[in-house]
Each structure stands twice: as structure tokens, then as C-alpha cells.
């Protein structure tokens, strides 16, 4: 068994594709965590991110698809699953395999995964832009008590900032 333990970034999925390409190796586990079953037989890769790799990586996404690509897997890589990285993983490996757009190929399971993890971050962003309520305490700051299930506070700051551009935080 072959596992890639990685920086939780698309820097570091894209190392990870760029490695396995290196290597002519698909690993069977791809994480950002420690925390996997080790048998005897078990190599275990611990892949810096390397941007020069992730470049080339993201190069080569832009030209199967576009950039908005780019964001859709920076999306799934805001879950906080333990599978995020795995399904970035296969989504792109498939995508580098197949020198094509695979997006709409919903008939291939690493593409069904991705939209499901992806899906997720992004309702729980819909839901928090809409439900989400602020209270002011005395010297005028506006602040909002959430604790959503996914990192999701990057996709979401910049919706309140113009919403209360008038108001500090």
C-alpha cells in the first residue's frame, strides 16, 4: 500500500499528481492527515509542496478546462473531510489521464465524489450567507457567533463585507 500524506492545499494535491507522475505510481491513499491503518507492506511518502510542480500541475488543469476548475477543487479542499484530498486527488488524476475535460463525466465515481465533497462546502456557504445574523455590542462592532462544518470562512467573509461595508468587524 502506498500513501501520500500532503499539505491540505491545491499546491499540494497538484505536488502529489506532479509526484505520481514522477514515479509512475498511483498511491492508495492520499491525506493531510497521519492518521491511516499501516501494514507491513506499507510505503509511506510525506510529499512537500512544491510550487514549481503545482504550477505545472495547474498549468495543464487550465488547459483541460479553465481556471474555474482551479477553484471548484480549492472548494472540495475546504471540507473538512478526511477524504478531501483523496477525491482532489482521483478528480484530477483522471482529468491528467484522460487530457481532457472530465466535469460532466458523471458515469466515472472519482467525478461523482467530487461533486458530492464540492456540493457540500458550497450549500453550507449558501445556507451561512442567508441565515447567518449579526449583533452589534456597544462600541458599534458587528460580530456573528457560527460554527460551520467546513472551512468555509474565506467564501464567506467577502459577502459580509459588502453586505455591512459600513460597519466594523
Known sequence: MIVYEIEKSLDGVCSAIFNAYVKNEVPDVVTAKNEYQVGFTTKIYRIKTDKNWADRVKTAIIKYTNEYTLDRIKHTLLSCEDRACQVSFDFIKLM?????????????????????????????????????????????????????????????VGHFKRRYRYHEF
Open 96 to 156: 491528467m489521464d484522460k487530457r481532457r475535460d472530465i466535469t460532466f463525466d458523471l458515469a466515472e465515481p472519482a467525478v461523482i465524489e467530487f461533486n458530492e465533497v464540492k456540493a457540500k462546502v458550497l450549500l453550507e456557504v449558501h445556507r451561512f450567507k442567508g441565515f447567518m445574523r449579526f449583533s452589534q455590542t456597544d462600541n458599534g462592532v458587528l460580530y456573528a457567533h457560527f460554527a460551520p462544518d467546513n472551512d468555509i470562512l474565506e467564501l464567506v
